[in-house]
């Protein structure tokens, strides 16, 4: 017996032609045929709250949205024992599953290729796929796909979980499982390489670093360094909220990489983007707005 299928696609935002706008698909795991109402309100949330959220409030022009209706065979999504779940395993057909690397439950993932393969047969000019799983299970994660759950708070995964996805924004936090989690001493230092992604940086000199032009003058740099790399760094902010600058502790270490600004989206569930994710978010949609 197959896992599900395939209902068919319906456009709910229309800015404008597919091969001139950013495209965004939603589609849904975990549903069954019987759910599908239930769907389409969970992804007509997601849009709102999309559309409320700087900086795509002002750039919402750009964007259209696709709702692909699947059906699955079983309700919700794998939770394995390994990670604490309770053992289900439903067939589901985008494969959902919690505790994606063996380890930690909140990594809710899904079969990245059938995902992405769904969405291309679809909607052959999307730039963003997103995978709503039917669950209230907290979880997400954010590789070529944007996957998260109902849990409270799934919006605010969902704006986290698109910042990998579409924008190669990288976590901002200084832990991998957690603050007094992590085993000791696994996560003190970043290693000496500097990463690709935008909004994260070894390097916290005024002068070279990757968001300079954003850095005020009065800002002190590094705005804040990590006095204990055995742990996560327990200051507050020395700076109003928003201020951009180069706070030590990111990208899953406490010491030695460097975030823009104290808190971000990319950090914690509940901040706006930091200005420099703005940035770099505005700076990939502005060319798909409408002249
Ligand atoms: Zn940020």
């Not at 039917?134 to 605010?156: D, K, P, Q, W």
């Not at 990998?164 to 200084?174: I, M, R, T, W």
């Not at 270490?253 to 505005?282: D, K, S």
């Amino acid at each position: 017996m197959s896992n599900g299928a395939i209902v068919g696609t319906t456009q709910i935002v229309d800015h404008g032609p597919a091969s001139k706008r950013w495209n965004i698909v939603i589609m849904g795991d975990g549903y069954q045929a019987a759910q599908l109402g239930q769907f389409a309100t969970d992804v007509d949330r997601i849009v709102a709250t999309l559309f409320a959220t700087a900086p795509f409030d002002s750039l919402r022009q750009a964007i259209n949205v696709f709702r692909v209706d699947v059906s699955s065979a079983d309700s919700g999504a794998a939770d394995p024992v390994a990670c604490g779940g309770t053992g289900a395993n439903p067939r589901t057909f985008f494969g959902a599953r919690f505790c994606g690397d063996g380890q930690i439950q909140r990594l809710l993932v899904v079969e990245d290729r059938i995902a992405l393969a769904t969405a291309q047969q679809q909607v052959p000019q999307f730039h963003l796929a997103m995978v709503i799983v039917n669950s209230t299970i907290y979880g997400g994660s954010g590789g070529a796909v944007s996957v998260f759950s109902l849990a409270r708070g799934a919006e605010e995964i969902a704006l986290h979980e698109l910042g990998h996805s579409a924008f190669n924004l990288a976590d901002e936090y200084q832990y991998w499982a957690g603050c007094g989690v992590d085993a000791p001493g696994t996560h003190d230092r970043h290693p000496p390489e500097e990463p690709q992604q935008p909004n994260v940086t070894i390097d916290p000199d005024r002068g070279r670093i990757k968001w300079a032009s954003l850095v005020q003058a009065a800002t002190p740099m590094p705005t804040t360094v990590n006095p204990n790399c055995g742990t996560c760094d327990p200051q507050p902010s020395p700076v109003p909220p928003g201020v951009v600058g180069a706070f030590e502790g990111a990208h899953y270490h406490h010491c030695g990489a460097f975030r823009p600004a104290f808190n971000c989206r990319m950090r914690g569930l509940g901040f706006p983007y930091c200005g420099v994710c703005q940035a770099i978010i505005r700076a990939t949609l502005l060319p798909f707005m409408p002249n």
